[in-house]
């Protein structure tokens, strides 16, 4: 059974650090052909893609936020970790992580998503 | 970034109707274009990949189609449980990008 869930903090203030772990079971991060992915969500509005770390590590990002985030991943804990600085109320959202395969190029497994709300 | 456009936004149909919804890319994706259903509350789940393949367990009243930069995804029998928002994306190039979502309404 493959499942995926977010975990990090739900209320960030303006300017700070937002890090977010994706843990993920029933894959393996070091398969070939098999990624994890970040989408966000802003209440009411449509995803938004944001980073993608494959298998053998390489990494993509959203250009419109590259400078700003870092993917990571830790395969012996399959956990994902994503890291988004300089946080702004715009950045309010439900943000998922789900897994990607290579083969299909989709993502087939969602986590449940995580609210983060950024205010002061 | 490639851009994707769905229509209609949102649409009202009954049960037993057949639904299409259509996804335009700004540039051509070859088939590289799958299909979300999002329910209330919940997470995407994925319905269709690369333009008409059934992801499974999703039931065959959903179907896909299309290449290049016009896609459609078609309900063929509306049911009560279709109630969702819909996303199509495509995976061609990254940054993969999402259509704005069509909201399935059932009279």
């Known amino acids: 059974q493959i499942t995926l869930k977010e975990s990090g903090p739900t209320l960030v203030k303006p300017t700070q650090t937002l890090t977010l772990t994706c843990t993920f079971s029933?894959?393996?991060?070091?398969?070939?052909?098999?990624?994890v992915g970040w989408i966000r969500q802003p209440p009411g509005k449509a995803l938004e893609w944001l980073a993608l770390?494959?298998?053998?590590?390489?990494?993509r990002y959203s250009p419109s936020l590259k400078s700003r985030l870092t993917i990571t991943k830790d395969t012996s804990k399959n956990q994902v970790v994503l890291t988004m600085t300089n946080m702004d109320p715009v950045d309010t959202a439900t943000y998922y992580c789900?897994?990607?395969?290579?083969?299909?190029?989709?993502?087939?497994?969602w986590g449940q998503g995580t609210l983060v709300t950024v205010s002061s | 970034d490639i851009q994707m456009t769905q229509s209609p936004s949102s649409l009202s149909a009954s049960v037993g109707d057949r639904v299409t919804i259509t996804c335009r890319s700004s540039?051509?994706?070859?088939?590289?274009l799958n299909w979300y259903q999002q329910k209330p509350g919940k997470a995407p789940k994925l319905l269709i990949y690369?333009?008409?393949n059934l992801q499974s367990g999703v039931p065959s009243r959903f179907s896909g189609s299309g290449s290049g930069t016009d896609f459609t995804l078609t309900i063929s029998s509306l049911q009560p449980e279709d109630l969702a928002t819909y996303y199509c994306?495509?995976?061609?190039?990254?940054?993969?990008?999402f259509g704005q979502g069509t909201k399935v309404e059932i009279k």
């Open positions: 029933g894959f393996s991060l070091s398969t070939s052909g098999v990624g």
């Open positions: 770390i494959y298998w053998d590590d390489d990494k």
């Open positions: 540039q051509s994706i070859i088939s590289y």
């Open positions: 789900a897994r990607m395969l290579a083969g299909s190029t989709s993502q087939d497994y």
């Open positions: 994306e495509q995976s061609y190039s990254t940054p993969w990008t």
């Open positions: 690369a333009a008409s």
